[in-house]
């Protein structure tokens, strides 16, 4: 396990799911950590379970975010949402509302870290991108689009940190047990008129070699190593943990 004591982490969207276990597994290998959700509840929850410090925070309110200013280590852009509709019945402001969350909010919040990251000369941002960073789903033109563009935007911020000693990586799931996509199973189930049994294994896992969910726990892992010393070199890159999906 990578060592990250004295450092500080914060991680968007916290309260469960991968971001939660983003959050245990950084505790765990030492790291102060701010848990960031929108959920005060959850929030409180999750940092009270890893020692850490709760921010209940909407992060769609992007006029908050503009001038902050953050002093941390480590960042870790998971917050997200999702909605399944063809692209004619796609609600305008929910594709807004979702490229909001899931690709300006993680610019301003690297924006808000990146100088105490410079000035210090290390730095850590990982940003929780699906397989839908890299491959494409009907029904999903919001979440496909933002991801693919966080994708983009964590190879600009490796590029202009690499030699800063700042790094920034993606880490690209497919799909994995959480309320996200439980929720996802039922809204496909509706849109593609089929059972909720028959949604995982014809739709989600028709393309992945491993024909399981992923666990969050199993996403945490690859996270906490790519947030500790030893992964320098990790710089630009998605990592993909999606059973061989993307391998077609």
């Not at 968007?12 to 505790?27: D, F, R």
């Amino acid at each position: 396990m990578s060592d990250l004591s004295g450092k500080r982490a914060l991680v968007t969207g916290a309260g469960s799911g991968i971001g939660e276990a983003c959050a245990v597994a950084l505790a765990a290998a030492g790291a102060s950590v701010t848990v960031a959700d929108v959920n005060e509840e959850a929030a409180g929850r999750v940092a009270q379970q890893v020692g850490g410090t709760p921010w209940v925070v909407d992060l769609s309110d992007t006029a908050a975010l503009a001038d902050l200013s953050l002093d941390q280590d480590i960042l870790v852009n998971n917050a997200g949402i999702q909605h399944v509709s063809p692209i004619e019945e796609f609600p305008p402001e929910k594709f807004h509302l979702i490229l909001t969350l899931m690709l300006e909010s993680p610019f301003l919040l690297t924006r808000a870290v990146l100088p105490g990251m410079y000035e210090r000369g290390f730095g850590r941002i990982v940003n929780i991108t699906s397989v839908h960073g890299l491959r494409a789903s009907a029904y999903k033109s919001a979440y496909v689009a933002a991801k693919h563009g966080l994708e983009g935007l964590s190879k600009v911020i490796a590029l202009e940190g690499g030699g800063k000693g700042v790094t920034s990586v993606c880490v690209s799931p497919g799909y994995v047990r959480t309320a996200l996509v439980d929720k996802q199973i039922a809204d496909q189930a509706r849109t593609h008129g089929i059972g909720e049994d028959e949604v995982v294994e014809k739709i989600f896992l028709t393309e992945s070699a491993v024909k399981r969910l992923a666990e969050p726990a199993e996403i945490a892992d690859m996270v906490t190593w790519l947030c500790g010393p030893t992964a320098g070199m990790a710089n630009g890159s998605s990592f993909t943990l999606d059973g061989g999906w993307s391998a077609h």
